[in-house]
């Protein structure tokens, strides 16, 4: 640090303290900025209702689609895909279900971020039904099945014979969250 730097910014504690901080505020920023850069580029995998069923079905192959889950640091909900995996023709509708459950004695709000890869494969993979486009709200000890409704593009490169599809399950609860209804 320099001879400008203010004193107590020399403290580790101090600046270890700031570090947490920024990570915390930076962990709210996440699904906002995430939601911001998704609109703007593209690479959302969003698509209207229109998508269903205009395109045609390669019924000579099929594409294996893995589905992970994941659960950033302070969300504290079980969150799986009910399968692994799927095989898949490009151009046909395919659904996948997640289950979430809120173990909490707490109401808790979530949003789910996706990451298709490879990266190449994500303008191929489209969602044209997903958790992931709303906050998920579950009540203390609430479960949910939740529907990711998907199209690989009929398009979709000969050469890439497998995706994956992952989501990270984000605590976003407000810290200002009213009681539950239940009086608690």
């Known amino acids: 640090m320099g001879m400008n730097t203010p004193r107590f910014l020399k403290s580790p504690v101090i ?3 700031l570090v ?3 990570m915390f505020a930076f962990g709210f920023a996440v699904v906002p900025l995430f939601n911001v850069m998704s609109q703007a580029f593209g690479i959302h995998g969003r698509v209207g209702d229109d998508h269903q069923g205009s395109q045609r079905i390669d019924g000579s192959r099929q594409v294996r689609v893995k589905f992970l889950s994941s659960n950033a640091v302070d969300m504290a909900w079980g969150f799986y895909p009910k ?3 799927l095989e898949v023709h490009p151009g046909a509708v395919n ?4 289950v979430a459950q809120n173990p909490t ?3 808790m ?3 789910a971020v996706p990451s298709i890869s490879p990266g190449s494969a994500a303008g191929y993979f ?5 958790f992931c486009f709303t906050q998920q709200v579950l009540q203390p000890g609430e479960r949910v099945e939740m529907l990711v409704r998907f199209i690989v593009d009929y398009d979709l490169p000969r050469d890439i014979e497998q995706l994956t599809l992952g989501y990270t399950l ?3 609860t407000s810290s200002k969250t009213p009681a539950s209804k239940s009086g608690g």
């Open 83 to 85: 399968a692994g995996q």
């Open 15 to 17: 600046r270890l303290l």
């Open 95 to 98: 659904d996948m279900w997640f």
């Open 109 to 111: 709000t979530a949003q």
């Open 20 to 22: 947490v901080i920024v």
């Open 126 to 130: 489209h969602k044209t039904e997903c």
């Open 170 to 172: 984000f605590n976003v």
């Open 105 to 107: 004695d707490q109401p």
